[in-house]
T-cell receptor, first 115, second 116 residues
Framework: DAKTTQPTSMDCAEGRAANLPCNHS???????VYWYRQIHSQGPQYIIH???NNETNEMASLIITEDRKSSTLILPHATLRDTAVYYC????????????????FGQGTILTVHP | KAGVTQTPRYLIKTRGQQVTLSCSPI?????VSWYQQTPGQGLQFLFE???????NKGNFPGRFSGRQFSNSRSEMNVSTLELGDSALYLC???????????????FGPGTRLLVL
């Protein structure tokens, strides 16, 4: 089952783009990349997910490399309210695998947006 | 559309007691999953219920159990509480079972349990 590696922390200036990297070099062909974030003491909030193609929604953009071994979450205009822990998750989709159907959270990246 | 709700939001218990937590999924969602979050272990999957059946299970002892009702509401029970059970317990719902394909889960605010 694929694991993810993210930087422990990142800083970003308010109004600038925040680019959060994630390495998932052991991802398999049918595993999706999910991004969630968690603001202190709240439940995780879904942001975006993708399989192969780049994705964009009202919150963010997800860029997945062609070999699918890494991805970047982009918050185009970060605000103070975007300060949170961001989790990159590869969801197990192989029947019989120990993480089949589960979201396996790592330690995530603490993003701090400064005024 | 209302989000995932969890009750109670905060709970204090003593060792040896048992506790029941409740989760109401988003209307129309039939899959409910439970997670435990602690500073040391992070977010860990407990189990998933769909159509009143447990579909998937994490690596937790049998003291942790759950059930789902016909209206998709779910309860989680922890018996013989230990100090290490102090955590934020999160419930997440999705339209269909998690296994297979692209499935998005939506989380509730959590129940913060403190065991003294």
């Amino acid at each position: 089952d694929a694991k993810t590696t993210q930087p422990t922390s990142m800083d970003c200036a308010e109004g600038r783009a925040a680019n959060l990297p994630c390495n998932h070099s052991t991802i398999s062909g049918n595993e999706y990349v999910y991004w969630y974030r968690q603001i202190h003491s709240q439940g995780p909030q879904y942001i975006i997910h993708g399989l192969k193609n780049n994705e964009t929604n009202e919150m963010a953009s997800l860029i997945i490399t062609e070999d699918r071994k890494s991805s970047t979450l982009i918050l185009p205009h970060a605000t103070l309210r975007d300060t949170a822990v961001y989790y990159c998750i590869v969801r197990g989709d192989n029947a019989g695998g120990t993480s089949y159907g589960k979201l396996t959270f790592g330690q995530g990246t603490i993003l701090t947006v400064h005024p | 559309k209302a989000g995932v709700t969890q009750t109670p939001r905060y709970l204090i218990k003593t060792r040896g007691q048992q506790v029941t937590l409740s989760c109401s999924p988003i209307s129309g969602h039939r899959s409910v999953s439970w997670y435990q979050q602690t500073p040391g272990q992070g977010l860990q999957f407990l189990f998933e219920y769909f159509s009143e059946t447990q579909r998937n299970k994490g690596n937790f002892p049998g003291r942790f159990s759950g059930r789902q009702f016909s209206n998709s509401r779910s309860e989680m029970n922890v018996s013989t509480l230990e100090l290490g059970d102090s955590a934020l317990y999160l419930c997440a719902s999705s339209l269909t079972p998690l296994a297979g394909g692209s499935k998005t889960q939506y989380f509730g605010p959590g129940t913060r349990l403190l065991v003294l």
